[in-house]
């Protein structure tokens, strides 16, 4: 099992946390992660791009003019893709891009991602993040002591003064290990683990 050590908020070295090579220590394969990244992302697509057809426009179907005598195009109706305000032809219509992944595959490129940031010495563990108020300052203070920028902050349990404290910086982003997925762990540089949300995390496997 690989040893990380664990953090306080001023950047010490508290003590000491095992990982389990099961979750943490998993070779890594970029087409599994690569699919459940682009599931993902395809998932949040709205899909509501619509045009109106020539059925869907409004309008009499009375051909607007004789077939022959006029010198003109052979018109029908009022609703003629050709004329303004008429039907688009072949336009776009609502779709929905999700497409599913079994869960077996989930769960390995979960444990592919987490492996990742803990391979790329992108994963530190703090004990915990104890906030007296909501101040941003407090937060760019505790980034400063353990040297880090972007990042991810898993954490166990609701914790108002965090999340609030960090939604003013970019490239932060703060989630409970019910909400952790393969998606943000990759998005950002950094991945912060609190001590007591590891176990949670390894129950998820």
């Known amino acids: 099992m690989a040893v990380v050590s ?3 908020t001023k950047g010490e070295n508290v003590s000491q946390v095992e990982l389990a ?3 943490f220590n998993v070779e890594v394969k970029p087409d599994v992660v690569h699919e459940v990244v682009k599931m993902q992302l395809q998932s949040k697509r709205a899909g509501t791009v619509s045009v109106k057809g020539r059925s869907d426009i409004r309008g009499s179907q009375r051909k607007l003019f004789r077939q022959k005598g006029t010198g003109r195009a052979r018109r029908g109706n009022i609703k003629s893709p050709l004329l303004r305000g008429g039907g688009v032809v072949f336009g776009p219509s609502p779709k929905d891009y999700c497409f599913s992944v079994n869960k077996k595959k989930k769960k390995l490129a979960l444990k592919m991602a987490l492996s990742s940031k803990l391979q790329g010495n992108q994963l530190i563990v703090l004990n915990s993040i104890d906030l007296d108020d909501h101040k941003t300052k407090n937060m760019v203070a505790v980034f400063k002591n353990i040297d880090v920028q972007k990042t991810l902050i898993i954490i166990d349990e609701e914790n108002t003064n965090l999340i609030l404290s960090v939604r003013n910086l970019p490239g932060v982003k703060v989630l409970k290990s019910e909400g952790l997925n393969v998606y943000d762990i990759l998005k950002y540089h950094n991945l ?7 176990s949670r995390i390894e129950g998820r496997f």
Do not use: G, R, T
């Open 192 to 198: 912060i683990l609190l001590e007591k949300a590891i």
């Open 6 to 8: 664990v953090q306080n």
């Open 21 to 23: 090579d099961s979750i």
